[in-house]
Nanobody, 125 residues
Framework: QVQLVESGGGLVQAGGSLRLSCAASGRTFSRYAMGWCRQAPGKEREFVATINWSGGITYYADSVRGRFTISRDNAKNTVYLQMNSLKSEDTAVYYC??????????????????WGQGTQVTVSS
């Protein structure tokens, strides 16, 4: 079992920044990949970013590449999502997720085994 708790969401103006955090517990954090996905009202959950077990490999959705940065601190069992140059279309509930059987990361939401409760990000235009 893995427990994931997100924090850092909120209301921000377009062009602003937010940093999301996700604290993990329950399994050896450094052995599995992590990811962030988001879900806007009336839309399906979509991939945002993923990071491999060591933090050395990252991958982003086209819609956020160059604006968002995923990172992890294995000593703190935490993954982060730094979001810059936010746009109104980034408004969504953001979820962190753990892929226990994939240490390299995945852009497919259905390959993640555990999910956090989500944190709301609202970007006002």
């Amino acid at each position: 079992q893995v427990q994931l708790v997100e924090s850092g969401g909120g209301l921000v103006q377009a062009g602003g920044s937010l940093r999301l955090s996700c604290a993990a517990s329950g399994r050896t954090f450094s052995r599995y990949a992590m990811g962030w996905c988001r879900q806007a009202p009336g839309k399906e959950r979509e991939f945002v970013a993923t990071i491999n077990w060591s933090g050395g490999i990252t991958y982003y959705a086209d819609s956020v590449r160059g604006r968002f940065t995923i990172s992890r601190d294995n000593a703190k069992n935490t993954v982060y999502l730094q979001m810059n140059s936010l746009k109104s279309e980034d408004t969504a509930v953001y979820y962190c997720a753990a892929a226990l059987d994939n240490a390299h990361g995945s852009w497919r939401p259905n390959e993640y085994d555990y999910w956090g409760q989500g944190t709301q990000v609202t970007v006002s235009s």
